[in-house]
């Protein structure tokens, strides 16, 4: 074997293991912010909050790197097939890994707002989601590291269950809002932290997807398992 | 398993055998290591993770690795430098884990070459401390419902019902119905305190589901019995062997199948039970191979908002059928032994027409010794 193609097709398999350690150093990153934000709310720790908020700017800085990095082995590899798909899933997947670490940061935000009022709403149920929300999101960050199409399936069946708890949530809070008019204040922010949550499940499940897609080449179907049927189906938190 | 993926290199420190010779090499060294060692490279890959830490972190070793804190101190660290890196991780067991580092030297200047990291669990010693407070905040609060009826009785029977024999035998009859909810509801939060002690400790024996599906439903012929429901009992054939442990496993069983008697029938139309144990399906349960323990029943059922709330600990349905209160742990220690047991929990119902509570575990890994003594005959071994 002569040096020559060796050493391109080396570097062409560094650089795209480097965008693949950009990838996983975000992911880390992330999945940290809404350990942080999780733990502010559940704990009343502004430390976390000031936390998860500081980590958002290297977020942004890491998205476009990505991006850059993506956009020029596009440009000068041409690459085909998997690795193709691989490249066109990082620029989408680096967008929904910005959007959670920015979901985590409204959270953060909002557990500084929420004040002692709610010592007596029972923050149970943001606990449960929180943990569901967390498990997706290793899952799918770990099955993009290792391209597992089996771990993307996982969380995509397992959004369900976090639609389902959200929409329990939902009718929790209104209740405690319409018994004392005096938790609207702290529930408006419940509610919004338990959308968050929503989201950034939502956005860990976009990753899955486009992890299967990147292994498989194929499309999961558009319409994924859809909690709030009458038929409840959950895995348990 | 791109991340993981061998980069060619010309000086591969982990591929040459180590020195002095005699044909160790490098990752065969570390796998002889007792404790959890990961080998990484110049750029923070994972090369090498030993046989100890694959045992006790396995799934958990990538998110461990893109963690900001390990990431940075990988990326900050001096060739020759150590550093040290305390963790906490939430999914999917909690665990407090504590990383020391250490860099090596390479020839080329500013390199740093291959990179330890050891790994120290420390979730035991956490788990205690959150165990006190837990129980202290779950214990009294709880506890303090039947001790306040208990008191009750015990000043009206010194009181005005002290010479009345027939208030006393009946006030006796609910103190002693109050007393040992209380011991139940103790040796619950004992023994869901035990479970989370050693959740993140993966189970080491080996377990077959058919007997012990048959041993909890036999247990079971009294209590169903008394209730007038009906239990059959469904067992496939040739079922794969779980890695567990054989106590709780029948505590999961056990648990369900209380439920269900208890929370199954309707006044006046008993229901029928149906404990099952099955392999599980492709595409209908998580991904891999394994087996699924269920208990399904046709009684009234769970409200949807309820489902995803039920392994909360003392979470009740508050519409739920009046003097039928159980100590409110049932579900959160089975949640908490099938996590140690990596496995996963689904609870379905559609209300009006029944429950079925689901347990799927992941099938024994088969080394050689065990397949052949499954083929032996050797039915469980724990």
Redesign the interface.
């Known amino acids: 074997m002569s040096d020559t193609p060796r050493h391109i097709v080396s570097s062409y398999e560094q650089e795209l293991n480097q965008l693949r350690a950009l990838m996983a150093r975000m992911g880390g990153l992330v999945e940290n912010q809404t350990a942080l934000a999780i733990q502010a709310i559940l704990e009343r720790n502004t430390e976390s909050a000031q936390a998860a908020m500081e980590q958002d700017p290297e977020v942004d800085a890491l998205e476009r790197e990505v991006e850059a990095r993506a956009i020029k082995l596009l440009a000068l590899r041409a690459p085909l097939a998997q690795d193709l798909r691989e490249i066109v899933s990082a620029l989408k997947v680096t967008s929904d890994l910005e959007r959670i670490g920015d979901y985590a940061t409204n959270v953060a935000k909002r557990s500084m707002r929420l004040g002692p009022t709610t010592s007596d709403i029972s923050l149970g149920g943001l606990r449960s989601m929180g943990r569901l929300v967390q498990e997706s999101l290793r899952l799918a960050i770990d099955a993009l590291g290792q391209n597992d199409k089996e771990k993307a399936l996982d969380v995509w069946r397992s959004d369900k269950a976090v639609d389902e708890i959200y929409t329990a949530m939902f009718r929790e809070l209104v209740t405690y809002m319409m018994e004392d008019p005096r938790n609207i204040g702290a529930c408006t922010h419940l509610l919004f932290i338990a959308k968050n949550l929503e989201r950034i499940g939502d956005h860990a499940t976009n990753i899955a997807e486009r992890v299967h897609y990147s292994v498989t080449g194929e499309m999961l179907p558009a319409s994924r398992p859809r909690g709030g049927q009458p038929n409840v189906e959950a895995p348990v938190p | 398993?791109?991340?993981?993926?061998r980069?060619?290199s010309d000086a591969d420190p982990l591929s040459e055998a180590a020195p002095g010779g005699g044909g160790f090499s490098l990752p065969g060294l570390l796998d002889l290591l007792p404790h959890p060692v990961l080998a990484l490279d110049d750029?923070?890959?994972l090369r090498h993770a030993n046989e100890t830490a694959r045992a006790q972190f396995g799934?958990a070793i990538?998110?461990l690795?893109?963690?900001?804190?390990?990431?940075q101190a990988i990326r900050t660290l001096t060739p020759g430098g150590t550093a040290q890196v305390d963790l906490?991780m939430?999914?999917?067991v909690r665990r407090a884990l504590r990383i020391s580092m250490r860099s090596g030297t390479a020839a080329e200047p500013g390199r740093r070459g291959l990179v330890l990291l050891s790994l120290l669990d420390r979730s035991e010693l956490e788990a205690v401390e959150r165990m006190r407070s837990d129980f202290i905040a779950n214990a009294s609060h709880e506890l303090r419902t039947p001790l306040a009826s208990l008191i009750g009785f015990i000043e009206t029977l010194q009181g005005p019902a002290a010479d009345d024999a027939p208030a006393r035998i009946r006030f006796l009859s609910i103190m002693e119905g109050q007393a040992s909810r209380m011991r139940r509801l103790i040796d619950n939060l004992l023994s869901l305190s035990r479970i989370q002690m050693h959740e993140h400790r993966r189970p080491s024996g080996l377990v077959s589901l058919a007997p012990l599906a048959r041993r909890v439903a036999d247990g079971h012929e009294p209590q169903l019995v008394a209730s007038g429901n009906t239990l059959s009992v469904e067992i496939a054939p040739n079922l794969p062997l779980v890695a567990g442990d054989s106590d709780q496993l029948s505590q999961v069983l056990h648990n369900f199948l209380d439920n269900a008697v208890k929370y199954a029938n309707r006044p006046g139309r008993p229901a029928t039970i149906v404990l099952a144990v099955q392999p599980s399906q492709a595409g209908v349960d998580?991904?891999?191979d394994g087996v699924v323990l269920s208990v399904a029943d046709d009684g009234p059922g769970i409200a949807?908002?309820?489902?995803?709330?039920?392994?909360?600990r003392f979470?009740r349905v508050e519409d739920g059928p009046a003097g039928k209160a159980g100590s409110g742990l049932g579900l959160a220690i089975v949640?908490h032994i099938v996590g140690r047991h990596g496995g996963?929990?689904?609870?379905?119902?559609?209300?009006g027409q029944g429950a079925r509570f689901a347990v799927w575990l992941p099938r024994a890994p088969v080394p050689a010794t065990a397949a052949a003594a499954q083929r032996a005959g050797l039915r469980e071994r724990t």
């Open positions: 398993m791109s991340l993981w993926r980069r060619p750029e923070g890959m799934d990538p998110a690795l893109r963690h900001p804190a390990i990431s906490p939430d999914v999917p998580p991904s891999g949807a908002q309820h489902v995803p709330r039920l392994t909360e979470y949640k996963r929990l689904t609870i379905s119902s559609v209300e």
